[in-house]
């Protein structure tokens, strides 16, 4: 059974810095692509990041470039988003999900198979 479980979230000045894990059970994270997504209140899920443990390609949206860096310990099985430069607008559920290698880069949400119960982060002074 697969299991993906977020953790690191909390609550942070703007300006400040957050780091998320992800560790995966049941799967081989370093075979799949692994994204961050998040979700505001009455807002739709969007994607964040991505790596494709493939090939350690990484994508973000443009609203995070600059700010989050994705990466991966195989070893420990698993996927961090350091966010950086925190902004309000950044508050949201954010949860990881695995898919196929081949969906790295896109971020569609029905392409992820997997997914986490998700941690909050809240942007706030």
């Known amino acids: 059974q697969v299991q993906l479980v977020e953790s690191g979230g909390g609550l942070v000045q703007p300006g400040g810095s957050l780091r998320l894990s992800c560790v995966g059970s049941g799967i081989v994270m370093g075979y799949f692509a692994v994204a961050w997504f998040r979700q505001a209140p009455g807002n739709k899920r969007e994607g964040v990041s991505c790596?494709?443990?493939?090939?350690?390609?990484?994508y973000y949206v443009e609203s995070v470039k600059g700010r989050f860096t994705i990466s991966s310990d195989n070893a420990k099985n698993t996927v961090y988003l350091q966010m950086d430069s925190l902004k309000p607008e950044d508050t949201a559920v954010y949860y990881c999900?695995?898919?196929?290698?081949?969906?790295?880069?896109?971020?569609?949400?029905?392409?992820?198979?997997?997914w986490g119960q998700g941690t909050q982060v809240t942007v706030s002074s």
């Open positions: 790596i494709d443990n493939s090939d350690g390609s990484t």
């Open positions: 999900a695995v898919g196929v290698p081949g969906v790295a880069g896109h971020f569609g949400a029905n392409l992820y198979d997997h």
